[in-house]
C-alpha cells in the first residue's frame, strides 16, 4: 500500500466536494419544494366560487379532547358547485364538526343526524377582491420562503470555499444551478396564484 500521491489526493478531495455541493443542492431543493407545496394547501384552503374539498383542510373540530382536521374525522363531498356533505366517521363528532362549519363562516352547516350538508353562499364581488388579496400575500411568503432557502443555500456553497473544501469554479457552476432551480420554484408559486385568481373570478 503506497501513500497517496498529491494528484490523487486532489482528485479525492474534488470528488468530496462534489458530494457537499450536491448535498447542499439537495437540502436547498427540498426546502424550496416544502415552500411550494404550503402553498398550494393555503390557496387549496381559500374559498372560490365553486365548493371543493380543499376548503375544509384548515378547518379544525375540538373532539376527543383535543383539536383535529374535519378531513381526518369525517369524508367530504362535493354535490355540486354550491353543496357539501360531511359524512363523520364516528357520529358522537357531529355536534363539534358542525359548529368547527360554523365557526369558520365557510358556509351554513345543517345535520340530519347522520350527514351534514353545507351549503355555499354566493361570492360578493368584495369578497372575491377580499381572497385574491389573502392569495397575493400568501403567493409573496411563499417566494419569501424560497428567497431564504436560496440565501442560506448560498452561503452554504460560499463557506466551501472558504474552508477549501472545494474551487470556486465548482462552487460557481451550483450557483447557477441553484439560481435555475430557484426560478423554477418562484414560477410555480407564480402560476399557482394565477390560477388560484382566475378561480376566484370565476361567476
Not at 437540502?27 to 404550503?38: I, N, Q, R
Not at 383535529?68 to 366517521?89: C, G, H, L, S
Not at 388579496?133 to 400568501?138: E, G, N, R, S, W
Not at 448560498?154 to 463557506?159: E, M, S, V, W, Y
Amino acid at each position: 500500500m503506497g501513500r497517496e500521491t498529491a494528484t490523487q489526493w486532489a482528485s479525492s478531495a474534488q470528488g468530496k466536494g462534489r458530494n457537499v455541493i450536491d448535498e447542499i443542492l439537495a437540502e436547498g431543493e427540498l426546502k424550496m419544494d416544502a415552500a411550494v407545496e404550503h402553498v398550494k394547501e393555503e390557496f387549496a384552503a381559500i374559498r372560490t366560487g365553486r365548493a371543493h374539498p380543499g376548503m375544509f383542510n384548515s378547518i379544525m373540530a375540538e373532539v376527543y379532547g383535543q383539536s383535529m382536521p374535519i378531513q381526518q374525522i369525517a369524508t367530504v363531498q362535493i354535490v355540486d358547485a354550491r353543496m357539501v356533505t360531511v359524512q363523520p366517521y364516528d357520529v358522537s363528532t357531529m355536534a363539534a364538526i358542525e359548529k368547527a362549519i360554523r365557526d369558520s363562516e365557510l358556509g351554513n352547516p345543517a345535520s340530519d343526524g347522520h350527514q351534514i350538508r353545507v351549503g355555499l353562499p354566493q361570492l360578493t364581488e368584495q369578497r372575491r377582491k377580499d381572497y385574491i388579496k389573502v392569495a397575493k400575500t400568501k403567493a409573496e411568503e411563499a417566494h419569501i420562503s424560497v428567497r431564504n432557502a436560496r440565501r442560506v443555500t448560498r452561503d452554504a456553497l460560499d463557506k466551501l470555499v472558504k474552508d477549501k473544501q472545494t474551487g470556486e469554479d465548482e462552487v460557481h457552476h451550483a450557483e447557477k444551478v441553484l439560481d435555475a432551480e430557484t426560478k423554477k420554484r418562484t414560477d410555480a408559486i407564480d402560476e399557482l396564484l394565477k390560477n388560484k385568481e382566475a378561480e376566484l373570478l370565476e361567476v
